[in-house]
């Protein structure tokens, strides 16, 4: 396993794009804490951001993994190119014939998914723990491990998205097309949304619970919008007699149908690889 | 003898073409084996059906008589196939590395591998810098860095220039003197004539020879001959069961042996005949003719 982890270390190191782009990503997600940072004035009172409660132990879990998930297309740059690479360069054929397995390949990249995922939720956790305790009204232990389930959705939302941008890699086999398709991909998913909901199943919650199996859909219902849980803005919305009751948590099916994905789309990959001729 | 690698007729089919009819041959340890075939021949498939990246339509092939795996045996084996592919961004030791990491050796001999192709001075320029002949050698230092049992070459030089070809061809010899099995794919039969002791030859997929290059034709070679009778000489020549068949070319007999017969023992029969020749030349036919007589016959 070590051995898979460090070829692809080796391919990925020394590609400079991949790494300029792997340091913003990581970057980008220290940037939440820039949030904390805003202010404005509203009719002469001073009003900041980090104060209004978003790092509170433990909406700063919900809040956190919703925006940070937003820069993994960053890394999905990366990962639809280490995989396309592979065929633009030829060195997928190169590999196979110096020996290595197409299981191992595929196990390769996979791994260095997983260790992708690893350290953004790792990086996620530090960057959350120093924020919420600089900032959450309640530092108790018992709050501020609660909640934690949005971190492990964090988790396979990520490694579900980038075995999806995997497969599309070797699916396309060209990086520029496989970002176009993912695209192209999430557009086909909300147009059947749409189709479903407001022709077909009208006024009824069906259209939801069958988009809720599509893989872009499956992996943003994890972790659900967290801004109408905020407290400040639900009483702006009462004020103007709106009432948002939302199911805000992150359910065990959830999870479930985004690992049945990954396992899909790593097992496709495998499939496409020992179908092709190369 | 060990055997390193046979093939079980294999046939290889895309969509409704046949690339590789059926073929069926042993590779074995400490030869020279060459794979001969015009362009499209079926030579690249398959070297690449037995280098796991094309999947056989049938039959099956066994590396180092079926006691590995496909992917452990490469591990095993040295290889390049058509234009040599490393990852451009990245320098030549830093390629070679990799595949040390793949191939599972120690990167200990990445320098002596350089050396032995001539690489050793650029060994921390990026590939993309590379001229073709360089990427060509590295390719070669790649497959060599493993120690293969077998080195597997696919027109290696082919798109070289003459000083390249010279180079690659050299590099060859000394790896062949060190007594490594080498299997070389080519469309040149100097080149296989010049390296190879056995030649597996194919054309649309079908092999027609295999076997030692100089048992290639059963034919015991043929005569030049000239005389100031050529008429007497034909009557003779037809008479004769040493001979199969003769023509006239350019004023010379070309008289094509069925048996034995060596040079010293016609002139003196000729003579006793009273026969005098005023040209007498014994000729095996090049490999190019054997080819050419070989890859005709199908049609």
């Known amino acids: ?278 | 003898m060990e055997n390193i690698l046979t093939l079980h007729n294999l046939t290889k089919k895309f969509g409704p073409i046949t690339a590789v009819n059926d073929l069926s041959f042993t590779i074995k340890k400490g030869n020279v084996y060459g794979i001969l075939g015009p362009n499209g021949s079926g030579k690249s498939t398959t070297l690449g059906i037995v280098l796991n990246v094309v999947n056989e339509t049938s039959g099956s092939f066994t590396w180092f008589d079926g006691n590995t795996s496909t992917h452990d045996a490469l591990k095993k084996v040295g290889a390049i196939i058509e234009r040599p592919n490393f990852y451009p961004y990245m320098t030549a030791a830093q390629n070679l590395k990799l595949v040390c990491q793949i191939k599972g050796v120690t990167s200990e001999k990445i320098e002596e591998k350089l050396e032995i192709v001539g690489l050793l001075e650029r060994k921390d320029s990026k590939f993309r810098t590379f001229s073709l002949g360089m990427k060509q050698r590295l390719a070669i230092a790649s497959a060599l860095l493993n120690d293969p049992e077998i080195l597997i070459l696919d027109e290696p030089t082919n798109g070289l220039d003459p000083q390249g070809i010279h180079q690659i061809r050299e590099i060859i010899k000394k790896i062949a003197a060190q007594g490594t099995t080498i299997l070389l794919a080519s469309h040149l039969l100097d080149e296989v004539e010049k390296v190879c002791s056995h030649v597996v030859i194919i054309r649309k997929g079908i092999k027609l020879y295999s076997g030692r290059v100089d048992e290639m034709n059963a034919s015991f070679g043929f005569f030049e001959l000239k005389s100031n009778q050529n008429s007497v000489l034909k009557d003779w020549l037809t008479k004769h069961d040493g001979f199969k068949s003769h023509k006239e070319e350019d004023g010379k007999i070309i008289a094509f042996l069925a048996q034995e017969l060596d040079a010293e023992n016609l002139n003196r029969q000729l003579y006793t005949e009273g026969i005098v020749l005023t040209h007498l030349v014994k000729r095996k036919e090049s490999l190019e003719e054997q080819f050419l007589q070989l890859t005709n016959n199908l049609n």
């Open chain 1, 1 to 278: 396993m070590l051995r898979l982890l460090n070829i692809e270390f080796q391919k990925l190191r020394y590609n400079k794009a991949a790494k300029v782009i792997t340091i913003t990503y990581f970057v980008l997600i220290t940037f939440i804490a820039l949030i904390a940072s805003i202010e404005f004035n509203f009719g002469g009172v001073k009003f900041r951001i980090a104060d209004q409660g978003i790092f509170n132990f433990p909406y700063i879990w919900h809040f956190n993994t919703y925006i940070a998930a937003w820069a993994k297309l960053f890394l999905a740059i990366v990962i639809v190119s280490m995989m396309a690479n592979e065929y633009s360069h030829r060195t997928l054929k190169q590999n196979l014939i110096d020996g290595l397995s197409k299981k191992e390949f595929i196990g390769s990249k996979f791994l260095t998914v997983i260790v992708f995922s690893i350290l953004s939720t790792i990086f996620l956790i530090i960057v959350s723990m120093i924020l919420g305790v600089s900032f959450s009204d309640y530092n108790e232990f018992s709050i501020i491990v609660s909640d934690l389930e949005y971190v492990l959705a964090y988790f396979v939302k990520l490694v579900g998205f980038f075995a999806f941008c995997m497969f599309l890699g070797i699916f396309v086999k060209r990086s520029a097309f496989a970002l176009g398709f993912l695209f192209i991909w999430w557009i086909v998913e909300n147009i059947i949304y749409a189709l479903l909901k407001f022709k077909v199943f009208k006024g009824s919650t069906i259209a939801e619970s069958i988009v809720q199996f599509f893989p872009l859909e499956s992996m943003s219902n994890l972790i659900k919008e967290p801004f109408t849980r905020l407290n400040f803005i639900q009483s702006a919305a009462n004020q103007l007699g709106e009432n948002f009751q939302k199911d805000y948590t992150v359910h065990w099916y959830g999870i479930v149908i985004v690992l049945v994905w990954t396992v899909i789309f790593v097992y496709l990959s495998h499939l496409l690889l020992k179908k092709r001729d190369l």
